[in-house]
């Protein structure tokens, strides 16, 4: 794997492949919101103002979204990964990014198995 350094010193991980492919998918359908800065994330809100936040350097499709597993359709309760809690810290790009998923607020981390499925959950969840 080959590193990029920044200017700030620091190595960083290269974006995924399957991440850039799902960036491509995500411009397509929402609206793009936060720093192209922000390696590791690409955020991206819907009309009706949910947001979603790509992990960009994982091997893999994994993203951030508002809580709403409970009203996801059964195709989707296994995708999801984990149940952050309003007090759980996770990644702090996410701050200024895209705040609705960060610390103090609950937030669902998903892992979709191909990119079908997170076009399916992304129809899905920009009509909530």
């Not at 359709?73 to 007090?87: A, C, D, L, W």
């Amino acid at each position: 794997m080959t590193l990029r350094k920044p200017h700030s010193g620091k190595y960083l991980r290269p974006a995924s492949e399957i991440a850039l492919q799902s960036e491509q998918r995500l411009h397509k359908s929402l609206v793009r919101i936060g720093n192209d800065a922000a390696h590791y994330l690409r955020c991206f809100r819907t009309a009706h103002g949910r947001q979603l936040a790509l992990n960009r350097v994982n091997a893999g499709i994994y993203v951030w979204t508002e809580a709403v597993w409970e009203h996801a359709p059964n195709r989707f309760q296994t995708m999801r990964k984990k149940r952050y809690t309003e007090h759980q810290p996770r990644i702090a790009t996410l701050e200024a990014n895209a705040a609705r998923l960060y610390k103090g607020n609950p937030a669902d981390y998903w892992c979709f198995p191909t990119l079908g499925d997170l076009d399916a959950f992304t129809d899905w969840y920009k009509a909530l």
